[in-house]
């Protein structure tokens, strides 16, 4: 248990905020396996402040996801500060999070993500202008730096803390490595010994084990789980219990996966109506079956699927011959 300003953490797990995935639908699949703290996917300042549609509709949270992160980015402190006081104000998100580390290119031509990785007074003087304005907890998630050549991470966690930031997040990588290459966990330690707000470690986290010898090596107060609970939220169910009792939890069968990615689909409908919502699962359905032998077949089915009933019809008759093929083996 730990505090992000005045609201507690109940774990050492934490859902990174993922553009594209992380809606009120995926967050709340995972908090229910016992995330600690889930964040929401990036929304622009711009978005919020001149009310897009599809923007507001991205500021979605279910009240059973509490204690969660929303975040912006931008790259104007007028338009940044805006956006952060509507969330304070009209949202039940606990935490406003601000993007420090999003590498692509249509972000960073804005000045806004990574871009800010250059400038430690620009941090901190967008950050401190955010903080000024709100009421709840105000933290920063970035990267290590631009570069090999401009590695600021150290200088601008000082900054983001002198700002007033009550925690950040510090993914191991460089803006150039995108999402290639490895993670520096050297940095996230040092990043940890040099500030004295929490410090949640980011990157390569794809085993419980993995999990805890970051935490041990690093000090850090919690790890940031990403890519590797892409259609397996029992990455962070396993992942806590093993930092809780030093159990390590079986992985899960093909139909307990099955069941799963159906009530996320569920609530995706639920969320953003069956059509548009049967085309983001099939991404989500692959994830739920990667490493499930014979998925390779079946992909094109999901890919195909334009209805509840032919995504689910697809996921059952594959769980069928899984169990099949157990049986015989």
Same mark, same amino acid.
């Given at each position: 248990m730990w505090n992000i300003g005045d609201i507690t953490i109940p774990n050492q797990v934490v859902l990174a905020p993922m553009a594209g995935v992380c809606n009120s639908a995926f967050r709340l699949t995972v908090k229910e396996f016992g995330a600690g703290l889930v964040c929401a996917e990036m929304v622009s300042d711009k978005g919020i402040v001149n009310n897009n549609e599809r923007t507001?509709?991205?500021?979605?949270?279910?009240?059973?996801?509490?204690?969660?992160?929303? %975040?912006i980015f931008g790259g104007e402190k007028q338009t940044l500060v805006e956006a952060a006081q509507f969330v304070d104000k009209n949202t039940t998100a606990d935490i406003i999070d601000i993007n420090m580390g999003c590498p692509v290119p249509k972000i960073t031509k804005c000045d806004a993500g990574s871009k800010w990785l250059l400038d430690p007074n620009k941090i901190h003087e967008m950050v401190a202008a955010v903080v000024k304005n709100v009421d *709840? !907890?105000? @933290?920063?998630?970035m990267r290590t730096g631009w570069d090999e050549d401009h590695i600021l991470a150290i200088e601008n966690g000082k900054a983001? $803390?002198?700002?007033?930031?009550?925690?950040?997040?510090?993914? =191991?990588?460089t803006r150039? %490595?995108?999402?290639? =290459?490895?993670?520096d966990w050297d940095?996230?330690?040092?990043? *940890?010994? &040099?500030?004295?707000? !929490?410090?949640? =470690? &980011?990157?390569?986290?794809? #085993?419980p084990q993995e999990a805890k010898r970051r935490l041990d090596e690093t000090g850090v107060d919690a790890v940031m789980i990403g890519r590797?609970?892409?259609?397996?939220?029992?990455?962070? +169910?396993? @992942? #806590?219990? +093993?930092?809780? #009792? =030093? $159990?390590?939890?079986?992985? !899960?069968? !093909?139909?307990?996966?099955i069941e799963v990615c159906k009530l996320h689909m569920d609530r995706l409908i639920a969320l953003k109506g069956e059509k548009t919502a049967i085309k983001e699962m099939r991404k989500h359905a692959?994830? +739920?079956?990667?490493?499930? *032998?014979? &998925?390779?077949?079946?992909?094109?089915?999901? &890919?195909?699927? $334009? @209805?509840?009933?032919?995504?689910v019809t697809v996921l059952n008759d594959f769980v069928q011959e899984s169990q099949a093929r157990m049986k015989v083996s």
């Amino acid at each position: 248990m730990w505090n992000i300003g005045d609201i507690t953490i109940p774990n050492q797990v934490v859902l990174a905020p993922m553009a594209g995935v992380c809606n009120s639908a995926f967050r709340l699949t995972v908090k229910e396996f016992g995330a600690g703290l889930v964040c929401a996917e990036m929304v622009s300042d711009k978005g919020i402040v001149n009310n897009n549609e599809r923007t507001m509709k991205m500021l979605y949270i279910d009240e059973e996801e509490s204690p969660m992160s929303l %975040q912006i980015f931008g790259g104007e402190k007028q338009t940044l500060v805006e956006a952060a006081q509507f969330v304070d104000k009209n949202t039940t998100a606990d935490i406003i999070d601000i993007n420090m580390g999003c590498p692509v290119p249509k972000i960073t031509k804005c000045d806004a993500g990574s871009k800010w990785l250059l400038d430690p007074n620009k941090i901190h003087e967008m950050v401190a202008a955010v903080v000024k304005n709100v009421d *709840k !907890p105000v @933290t920063v998630k970035m990267r290590t730096g631009w570069d090999e050549d401009h590695i600021l991470a150290i200088e601008n966690g000082k900054a983001l $803390e002198e700002a007033g930031a009550k925690a950040v997040a510090l993914h =191991g990588r460089t803006r150039a %490595q995108l999402y290639e =290459g490895y993670a520096d966990w050297d940095i996230v330690r040092r990043l *940890k010994e &040099n500030i004295s707000i !929490p410090v949640i =470690g &980011n990157g390569d986290i794809d #085993t419980p084990q993995e999990a805890k010898r970051r935490l041990d090596e690093t000090g850090v107060d919690a790890v940031m789980i990403g890519r590797a609970a892409l259609g397996d939220p029992w990455m962070i +169910y396993r @992942t #806590t219990k +093993y930092l809780e #009792t =030093g $159990e390590l939890i079986d992985e !899960p069968q !093909p139909h307990e996966k099955i069941e799963v990615c159906k009530l996320h689909m569920d609530r995706l409908i639920a969320l953003k109506g069956e059509k548009t919502a049967i085309k983001e699962m099939r991404k989500h359905a692959a994830w +739920y079956l990667k490493g499930v *032998k014979g &998925n390779g077949k079946v992909r094109r089915r999901i &890919n195909e699927a $334009e @209805t509840r009933e032919q995504l689910v019809t697809v996921l059952n008759d594959f769980v069928q011959e899984s169990q099949a093929r157990m049986k015989v083996s």
